[in-house]
């Protein structure tokens, strides 16, 4: 009976249910941290404002802001990208793990052995 449960069959099932775990795991981590930044954006390095040698400002206020926004879109967007690619993780590999667990759980062989007293 236990050459059964050690088949190579029950070896694959074991083995892929653990990588899509792993996988699940991983992916809803890195998907709370997208979260977290698009909530909580870095704020990049603080960058002064470039001059000049006689300390006129290189770009206008216009510019500069410009520059700014764009480096926040940036950010965000990159977030929003980690938080679709970390989801994907979640819904492809999480179907994959249950099916594969049902699988197991099918084909366990059962208890012949009379339950304990008290047992539930």
């Given amino acids: 009976m236990a050459n059964d449960r050690w088949s ?3 070896i694959y099932l074991y083995l892929v249910c653990l990588i899509t775990l792993i996988m699940v795991i991983v992916g809803a981590a890195t ?8 909530i909580y ?17 290189l770009y206008s206020d216009e510019e500069w802001e410009s520059q700014q926004k764009t480096q926040e879109d940036s ?9 679709v690619g970390s989801l994907s993780y979640v819904f492809i590999a999480g179907p994959i793990y249950v099916y594969h667990w049902r699988k ?5 062989p ?9 047992a539930a």
């Fill in 41 to 57: 954006p870095d704020p990049g390095y603080y960058m002064e404002r470039p001059v000049d040698e006689e300390g006129d400002p």
């Fill in 31 to 38: 998907a709370v941290r997208s979260i977290v930044d698009m």
């Fill in 104 to 108: 197991i759980e099918l084909e366990k």
């Fill in 75 to 83: 950010a965000r967007r990159y977030a929003v990208i980690s938080l």
């Fill in 110 to 118: 059962r208890s012949t052995e009379p339950a304990a007293p008290g």
């Fill in 8 to 10: 190579l069959r029950n």
